[in-house]
């Protein structure tokens, strides 16, 4: 008699707990499944129509259709595992001690691999476990991570924006796994923003031109970080030091209020992180930067993009001190630093 060896039956239910049972040993403090389905497009074009995503992004948009349907980026997807980890600030947090502002997510590691490293695990069990094919993602790759933790149950997005849940807070950083894997989904998470709006007026820059759709022309975390001209002079004034992100429309949100440090330690701020010297920035040179923050989410606006914050942001009139160090970067190799000091030096 000829034996064949057959693929074991399997059970959406119990394959779905044991996808978040590996999730939590992994170190996500949040993992929810959601059904593989074309996602409305409506959201995402009104962002586009109004011109509120900006030319340094211009990858949001050229993924559109990918990012609109999950079956684009895998054949056959059936599942969309949301996973979110805790970068939550240990409280009562110091008070800062710098001139300049770091956002929290990037005051500890850089997440895209502390969070990349234990997704790709889960989707090597997956492999491994359930046979399945899946695709993999961190911030970087097409699939609308905020969109498909709210079908999963994770949380809701916030009018500023930002997944929120109901005991983390927006504190998160989000991944998603695409999957063949056959997942009974959980149900998608209610809106609890309610009557609130604090974070409306909270964005230094008015960024927030109505609930849920932030303008990356004017969000200072777009101008910091992914922005590689001179930052406008109206939104440095605005900035209030924030030399790397900006957390202001989640520093109002209630919802962030108590949050609970997260499970991944590795996400933590590191003390001499959470502010910047405006003059050892003014001094950077790039073999300095990447001694110095090497491994920590600073380097995606490079020694360039840092240099050129800081000359944005000092306080006006420039002191004897931040003068002399604009002088020295007018004749600086990278046009942004040049077209800034000369800007900072003109006032
Ligand atoms: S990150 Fe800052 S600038 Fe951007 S929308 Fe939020 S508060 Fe406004
Ligand atoms: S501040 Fe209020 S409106 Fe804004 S995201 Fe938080 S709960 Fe929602």
Request: net charge neutral; charged share 25%.
């Amino acid at each position: 008699m000829e034996l064949r060896a057959h693929a074991p039956e399997r059970n959406p239910a119990s394959d779905a707990a044991r996808v978040k049972a590996e999730a939590k040993e992994l170190g996500f403090d949040l993992c929810g499944i959601a059904h593989a389905h074309p996602l409305e497009s409506a959201r995402l074009d009104r962002w586009f129509d109004q011109g509120w995503d900006a030319p340094g992004i211009a990858y949001v948009r050229e993924r559109r259709a990918e990012r609109l349907d999950p079956s684009r980026v895998l054949a056959g997807a059936r599942s969309v595992i949301a996973l979110a980890a805790s970068y939550a600030p240990e409280l009562p947090e110091p008070a800062p001690r710098g001139d300049l502002l770091v956002a929290r997510y990037a005051q500890g590691r850089d997440y895209h691999n502390v969070v990349l490293k234990p997704a790709r695990k889960l989707a090597a069990w997956l492999r491994a476990e359930l046979d399945a094919r899946v695709y993999c993602e961190v911030d970087a790759g097409a699939v609308l991570e905020k969109a498909w933790a709210q079908e999963a149950g994770i949380g809701w997005i916030g009018k500023n924006g930002c997944l929120i849940h109901e005991r983390l807070g927006s504190w998160l950083l989000l991944g998603a796994l695409v999957t063949d894997a056959d997942l009974v989904p959980d149900h998608p998470h209610p809106d609890r923003c309610g009557e609130c709006s604090a974070c409306i007026p909270a964005c230094p820059t008015g960024a927030i031109p109505e609930p849920r759709y932030v303008d990356a022309n004017r969000c200072l975390a777009y101008h910091t970080i992914e922005h590689r001209g001179p930052i406008p002079p109206e939104l440095a004034r605005a900035a209030g030091g924030r030399v790397f992100g900006c957390d202001a429309c989640q520093d109002a949100c209630p919802w962030n209020r108590r949050a609970p440090p997260g499970n991944l330690v590795q996400l933590r701020a590191r003390p001499e992180q959470r502010t910047l010297d405006l003059e050892i920035l003014l001094r950077l040179t790039p073999e300095e930067a990447r001694r110095r923050y090497e491994g920590t989410p600073l380097l995606r606006a490079g020694r360039d993009g840092l240099v050129r914050s800081a000359l944005a942001l000092a306080p006006r009139p420039l002191s004897p001190e931040v003068r002399a160090l604009a002088e020295r970067l007018v004749d600086d190799p990278a046009p942004g630093v040049r077209a800034e000091a000369r800007r900072a030096l003109s006032h």
